[in-house]
């Protein structure tokens, strides 16, 4: 816990001996209450008295190892430029006079006046970052998002002194990808699986679909899962002439996102999907081959009803 | 089109480069590096590739440009040069007051035909549809698919709040992709290569304000465009038929506003309104969608938080009465389906006591479906004949109905607690209870439990150990009597002993079941057949399917001395997926007497993936690095060796930074 600063009354401090000295020489001892109260009161004017911008000069005096991760950060390296960031080290921890007085010095009350964002909860911690970025239109919806109801801080995935890349992600080298997959280890698993997103290869992210920072729908890019989908698989949406409904009432009703062991992120390979809904494919049919002919011949549906999620051209989404 | 997006990043980057050169008390890095890359392909590439295209052999090489100065900075990049998945980014800030950036990526996907089959009296047979006769042109067939993305953000010089943003985005695919479809001259299907060339162009602008210190607004208005390119393929064994339509071009305009609002210290206030308007160009159909949202946080202490959140969506589709009945002369269809959705949720987050952290949320969605429509699967007219002898009469009624109203409600509860030795457990409950699935996949109710423990280990070493479970049914649509489980469990090392040594391992094993009854039949039913074909369907109860995956993964990073770094990473996967059934063959053409499927979608796929890499930096050059690596893939298909290949890529480069 940090100490109180002003709080501590240097009365209290000297009682014991003050006990003494009223049963020796009452007048020595006002003397001295006066002496600790002049003493206490300059203590306490110190404590109180606003700290003042040093500079990073001075921080790197003394955390020179910080001082020269930063400089290779985005922060870091916008120091010069931005005016949010013209006091350095002290834009984001505060002035830090006393701080620097204190000479590290833990039991001096100016050493704790540097603001120690580790201390803070995850929601104070975010609140030191909003400063500055509570306007940014992707973080709009931040605090209502489901990260911070959870308690994840923006220091949770972002570093400030050592973070890489222009987001100044904490993940060393490996992407922006792993940085949400330290916490995400089952999507993680999925990726591994026979049929994904081109995530694994780097040719998508986490954040080519989610907002991390919070959303409309969730924490995703779009104000539905449907719009998501088609900013990359617009064909897929329709509206169509002849329509197959659980695709145009959600990708999810047969889709798995994160990546399956089904071809084409199915929740159950063909044709068992299929006849989750069609009980009788190709039964009862005196004019045309039934089931066991066709799944013998072919065992997917869709390679004979190509346009499954909706055609302009037939209505049984053949071509 | 994506060399001249690098140009372009190549030529903005040196104009900017050229201002923030005479920026006093500007500092620049650069770099660049240069290897050569070998290929190695066997077997098949569709799977163990699908999404590489490194397609060339010999020198691809990388460029990066970053420079920070008292106006701004900029950073260019320029990577896999030489290599057809070029990609690149332009960044350029000047102050607080603009920011420009471009980026581009490809990517190659291959989507090569792949054999299905199924277990013939224990052995897997492929399905006979398809031979290699009918491939017009047989080959790779794989699509290139690049995303260029260009962004202009202006803020106001005297308050940042203030924006204007303009984003361009255009996707363009273009190559080849099998299309099938029936051959009307044999009772066989035609695969063909099918051309892909279609381009995806959006464009979005922006502007927002703050209100005051507590709010901010922001508007955005969008208008995107699809089309098709590609030509129709034909195949002279279906006299000139169609084999693969073009996609309808599609244009969407849309646009919405969303706010924040802190009315005070403890209170958060969020929300959206957005609308958009989806016309497909070739039927002359419309969708409109219209979505509202607003969210509050309620934070009175750092020790709880209550959420409440309000989300509604409607969609309208406007059909073109005539498209169907005039212009491709198809039988009149109903109208399509019309959706809306209101979803209510609250959730609360208390830190009980200092290792005791307790969530809690409701959630109740309400969907509803005009014009949903039924879909009748042909009335039962006689009686069943079971794979046992046993004569079955399933019910009469065979109508499968979309639920045009759905109610769902969704429990969820967390727990997380310290333990002691600094073990931290987190154990959730979620339960969903709905009054029907909107399809019969979708369960009506669902109970989900998992455990999630971190065990930290001397030496920085920190495990975590992870479990979950799944039961989920249908009973809505009870004649099919959909029941789901799913089970995992999970595992993960990680160790950063500290700046020179980093290792880690994740391993997982799941499986799901699923079951669910289902009616198969083979030509007409006729009263008193007992021979399956022709004669006959089955009621078979409780088809089991289930898929089992185990992966395994590590990776490591260890700096050695003299300026060697070593890095690695493998991955295994082991999947499988099986349907066991019974299902006579006996009297079907080609197969012999008493044959039986056994096994309905049979797979065992095992991907081992590994790389390693050395990497050298003098100590007395810091700048340079030498480099080489090696990452080999390989994918076996137990059951079809057609689709088993293996990839394997070796490089050695060199890289500097000036």
Redesign the interface.
Known sequence: MRPSLGKTSPVTLITPYMEELKMRNPRTLISLLAAAGVLGAAVSLRAAETAAFVGAETCAGCHAEVAEKFAKTFHG??A?????LKAGCESCHGPGSLHAAAGGDKNNPGFATIKNLKNL?A??QSAACLTCH??A?QL??W??GSH????VSCLKCHSVHAGEG?KSLAA??QGETETCL?CH??Q??DM???SHH?VP?G?MFCTSCHNPH?G??GNLKA??LE?LCG??H??K???????H??V??GCN??HVVHGS???RLL???????C????????????AA?????R??????C???H??IHG?????HF?? | MTRLILLGLLAGGTAVSALAADAPASSYEAGASLRYVDLDTRGSRGQVSEYDGKLYKFMHGDIWVSNQGEKGLFDISLFDIGSTEENGTLHADYKDTLRFSAKTDTIHHRRDFTRTGFLINGIWTPATHFTTMDFAQPGEFLFRRTESTFNLDIFAAQNPAQFFSAEYRIVDKRGQAIARAPNALSSRSIAAPANVDNITQDVTLAAGTNIKQAGALALDIEHLEFKDYSYNMTNANASNRIVKPVYSAQRMTGGGVKFRYDPSKTLAVTGAVTGNSWDNLKNGYNKKAVVGTVNATYRPSSRLSVTGKLYARAYQIDEVQGYVTQIINHAAQGNQMDKSTVRAEIFANYKAAEKVRVKGGYRVEVNNRRDAGNFNEPTATAFYLTPNGEIAVPPSAMTLVTAHNDVKHVLTATAEVGLPLDIEAEASYRRLQANTGAYAINPDRQDTADLTVTVPLPKDVQVTLMTDYTDQASHHFGLYNNREWRNTYRAGLDWAMNRRVSFGADASYETIRHRNNGLFGDGAAAAGGTSPAGSAAWWLEEISHSQKNTVAAARGRFELPKGFTVLGNGSYTWMTVHAPIQWPLNAVAGYPASSHVGDWTPRDIRIARGGAAIEFTPPKYKSLTARASYRIDDWVDKFDANNSGRASVGEVGVSAKF
Not at chain 1, 275 to 286: E, G, V
């Open positions: 390296r916008k010069k430029s931005s005016d949010k909860s929601s104070e509570k306007d239109k709009m919806m605090k209502t911070a109801t959870n308690d222009r060393r080298s330290k280890r089952k993680k698993a591994n699986l026979a081109p290869e040719k919070g409309i729908e104000d539905s719009e900013k990359c617009s064909e949406l329709g509206p169509f002439a002849f329509e409904s659980p145009a009432d009703n047969c062991s089904n071809d929740v159950m390979p063909q044709p068992a999907i006849t989750t809904c069609h009980w009788k494919p190709h039964s009862q049919n005196a081959p039934g089931t066991i002919a799944i013998s011949g072919k065992v997917r869709t390679d004979c190509m346009d055609s302009d051209y037939q209505k053949k071509p």
